[in-house]
T-cell receptor, first 113, second 116 residues
Framework: DTGVSQNPRHKITKRGQNVTFRCDPISEHNRLYWYRQTLGQGPEFLTYFQNEAQLEKSRLLSDRFSAERPKGSFSTLEIQRTEQGDSAMYLC???????????FGEGSRLTVL | AQKITQTQPGMFVQEKEAVTLDCTYDTSDPSYGLFWYKQPSSGEMIFLIYQGSYDQQNATEGRYSLNFQKARKSANLVISASQLGDSAMYFCAMRETGGSQGNLIFGKGTKLSVKP
C-alpha cells in the first residue's frame, strides 16, 4: 500500500495523559500536513512541513501540541495533558511540491475520557 | 468571515440523476486554487477535482465537473449519473497562494445521499 498511513487508527485515553500519532506520507511527497476534524465539521488545519521544516502552524496548535518530522519522512503529532476538547479525528495528508492536491490518510480518532 | 461556505448541510438525489453541490468562497488573493474532496463513512478524504483561479475552462474529471463562476466566487461541484457509492460527505476547499504550497481551508461539507 503506497498511500498515506496513520497509526494508531483509534486511541482512547484519560484526561491528562499524553498521546502520540504517527503519519507515514507517500514516499515521494515532500510536504506533510496535519488537520483536525470534529463531528459535523470540515478538517481544520493544524500544521504543515516541507521536508523536515515546519513552515506553518495554526493558532489551533496550542503549546500542548507538538509536531515533528525529524528526517523529512514520517511525522509525529503529540498532544500533552489531553483534554476532552481534544477528542477529534486527526488527519494527515501529503503532497508533492509540483502538484496541489493533498492525499489524506484514514485518520487517527482520539477519544479523551 | 468564513472563507468557504457550503450552504447545503444535506442533499438527496435519485440514482442516475445529476446533482449540484454548492460552494462559495471569499478571498482577496488573485491567485488561488479550489478543491473538492469526498469523505465516505470510512473517514478517508478522497481528492476529486481541482480548479485554478486562472484556468480558462471548467475542470472535469470523469463524472465530476466544477462549475467555476469567478465573478460570483462560486465553485459548485456537479456529479452526473449519480451512483449509490456517491453517498458521502463532500467538502469544498481553497488554497489562497494559488501554487502548490500552503494549507487548504475547508468548508463544513454537504452530506449527499443517493436514493435507489
Amino acid at each position: 500500500d503506497t498511500g498515506v498511513s496513520q497509526n494508531p487508527r483509534h486511541k482512547i485515553t484519560k484526561r491528562g495523559q499524553n498521546v502520540t500519532f504517527r503519519c507515514d506520507p507517500i514516499s515521494e511527497h515532500n510536504r506533510l500536513y496535519w488537520y483536525r476534524q470534529t463531528l459535523g465539521q470540515g478538517p481544520e488545519f493544524l500544521t504543515y512541513f516541507q521536508n523536515e521544516a515546519q513552515l506553518e502552524k495554526s493558532r489551533l496548535l496550542s503549546d500542548r501540541f507538538s509536531a515533528e518530522r525529524p528526517k523529512g519522512s514520517f511525522s509525529t503529532l503529540e498532544i500533552q495533558r489531553t483534554e476532552q476538547g481534544d477528542s477529534a479525528m486527526y488527519l494527515c495528508a501529503s503532497s508533492h511540491y509540483r502538484t496541489g492536491e493533498l492525499f489524506f490518510g484514514e485518520g487517527s480518532r482520539l477519544t479523551v475520557l | 468571515a468564513q472563507k468557504i461556505t457550503q450552504t447545503q448541510p444535506g442533499m438527496f438525489v435519485q440514482e442516475k440523476e445529476a446533482v449540484t453541490l454548492d460552494c462559495t468562497y471569499d478571498t482577496s488573493d488573485p491567485s488561488y486554487g479550489l478543491f473538492w474532496y469526498k469523505q465516505p463513512s470510512s473517514g478517508e478524504m478522497i481528492f476529486l477535482i481541482y480548479q485554478g483561479s486562472y484556468d480558462q475552462q471548467n475542470a472535469t474529471e470523469g463524472r465530476y465537473s466544477l462549475n467555476f463562476q469567478k465573478a460570483r466566487k462560486s465553485a459548485n461541484l456537479v456529479i452526473s449519473a449519480s451512483q449509490l457509492g456517491d453517498s458521502a460527505m463532500y467538502f469544498c476547499a481553497m488554497r489562497e497562494t494559488g501554487g502548490s504550497q500552503g494549507n487548504l481551508i475547508f468548508g463544513k461539507g454537504t452530506k449527499l445521499s443517493v436514493k435507489p
